[in-house]
């Protein structure tokens, strides 16, 4: 088949590496032109994002450092959805774990994505709250950070500086603000202010 039928046929895969976090694949493919060969998979589990906005047009969010990328930047609150766990109830948990506070009323689901179609499956789901109540002091040490809550309007500034952190906060906080239409962030330049 040729033109916009034309597709990729899989006739199977192989594990080469598989823990917790991480299986990598060798899956048989056949291209659209007829070449067949093995192409490397990373098959990555399942993540649950809150982004928990506040009356105010700020969002909550962690400024770290993640080693593998050597980079400081912000990044939402969530974590790998445990088996058997609902996506809804991971974000709420990892963002209590990670910021101390607790997301509060119905979330929406905002948007899922794959953001490396190309060789990673990924699953990204993203889940909305319009506020939170502070429970105490965050629980998961692994996820430190300087939790802060930062104005949407700084936002854009942050995506060109590269001070959003992987497509994990990129995606959701430049649709969410897209969402809103222009200017819907308020126009707003304060600084961050630390929770």
């Not at 909550?60 to 400081?72: C, E, G, I, K, S």
């Not at 930062?150 to 990129?170: E, N, T, Y």
Request: glycine share 12%; charged share 25%; net charge negative.
């Amino acid at each position: 088949m040729t033109g916009e039928h034309a597709h990729w046929q899989t006739f199977g895969e192989r594990t080469i590496y598989d823990n917790k976090w991480v299986r990598l694949g060798l899956t048989d493919v056949q291209a659209p032109n007829g070449e067949r060969w093995e192409y490397h998979v990373v098959h990555l589990a399942r993540i649950a994002i809150a982004l928990i906005v506040d009356e105010q047009d700020r969002v909550l969010m962690l400024w770290r450092y993640r080693f593998v990328t050597d980079q400081w930047g912000y990044e939402l609150l969530g974590g790998l959805v445990e088996d058997g766990e609902d996506p809804t109830a991971t974000a709420a948990r990892e963002a209590a774990e990670e910021s101390g506070y607790r997301p509060l009323g119905e979330p929406e689901h905002l948007i899922g994505f794959e953001p490396l179609p190309g060789q990673v499956t990924a699953p990204v789901d993203v889940f909305l709250w319009r506020g939170a109540e502070q429970i105490g002091e965050p629980t998961d040490t692994e996820e430190v950070g300087r939790l802060e809550w930062v104005w949407l309007s700084r936002i854009p500034g942050l995506a060109q500086r590269q001070q959003l952190l992987g497509a994990g906060a990129l995606v959701p906080l430049l649709y969410y603000v897209a969402s809103r239409g222009a200017g819907a962030a308020g126009g707003q330049d304060e600084p961050t202010e630390s929770a």
